[in-house]
């Protein structure tokens, strides 16, 4: 579980508070989790994250910096209840986190990989020549 709320943005529709039953949210222009009009905000701009007990910040990719409390960052850093993030135009403040039982993407696509290779399943196949194309 992830609860912040957003204090700035020119954005007026995200101006509240957010709380995500996930162990990772993605945000930016055009984010998954949370979308954000804020023209100075890549697609995907920040991830956060709770792998353990702890809270990480992940910039993505071609992201220069982002401030925690005023302090510029350039990579993953840890965050606690209380911080405030900016990024973009938009800052945002860390209300609570705490880790979920439900699985990331990640967790779920490394289980049925495993599984499918536990069964000898003849997906495999089309598993590993789709992953040759990607190379």
């Known amino acids: ?16 508070s ?11 222009r055009r984010a998954h989790d ?12 920040l991830l956060l994250e709770v792998p353990e007990s702890e809270l990480l910040i992940h910039p993505q990719k071609d992201v220069d910096h982002y401030l925690i409390n005023g302090k510029r960052a350039t990579s993953i850093r840890k965050l606690k209840v209380g911080d ?32 499918l290779i536990a069964e000898g399943s003849p997906r495999l196949q089309v598993i590993e020549s789709i992953t040759k194309q990607m190379k």
């Open 1 to 16: 579980m992830i609860h912040f709320e957003i204090t700035q943005s020119p954005d007026l529709n995200v101006l509240t």
């Open 34 to 45: 949370l979308s954000i009009a804020d023209f100075t905000l890549k697609n995907i701009h």
């Open 84 to 115: 405030t993030v900016s990024f973009g135009q938009s800052i945002l403040k860390i209300i609570a986190f705490e880790r979920t039982s439900f699985p990331s993407k990640k967790e779920l696509l490394d289980k049925k990989l495993a599984d």
């Open 18 to 28: 957010f709380k995500f039953q996930k162990n990772e949210i993605y945000l930016g």
